[in-house]
């Protein structure tokens, strides 16, 4: 049962990052849905960790919402990583 908990806290937390990061995009929830293919509802439902992704549609949002899978897995510092990011965006063009 505890493990059922757990997994249900990491779903809530992976939403809530993914929620977070799409707010400070300046994204809607349909908006991020249209471009990752899928129903706002499924958006919501994710962000609310109500249910879980496919690796696909995990990998699509990393890429919409301009960051990896670590930051939205937590594992990293999200502040660092978008500065990172914004560096070889710049350095890029």
């Known amino acids: 049962m505890l493990g059922n908990r757990a997994e249900s806290q990491d779903l809530i937390d992976l939403g809530n990052r993914i929620r977070k990061r799409r707010q400070e995009i300046h994204l809607s ?11 706002p509802n499924t958006i919501s439902r994710i962000e609310g960790g109500q249910t879980a992704m496919s690796i696909e549609i995990f990998r699509k949002l990393a890429v919409i919402l301009k960051t990896d899978a670590g930051t939205l897995l937590g594992e990293c510092k999200e502040e660092e ?4 990011y914004d560096l070889i965006c710049r ?3």
Do not use: P
Request: zero cysteines.
């Open 29 to 39: 929830q349909e908006v991020l849905a249209e471009k990752a293919g899928i129903s």
């Open 81 to 84: 990583n978008h500065r990172l």
């Open 91 to 93: 350095a890029k063009n």
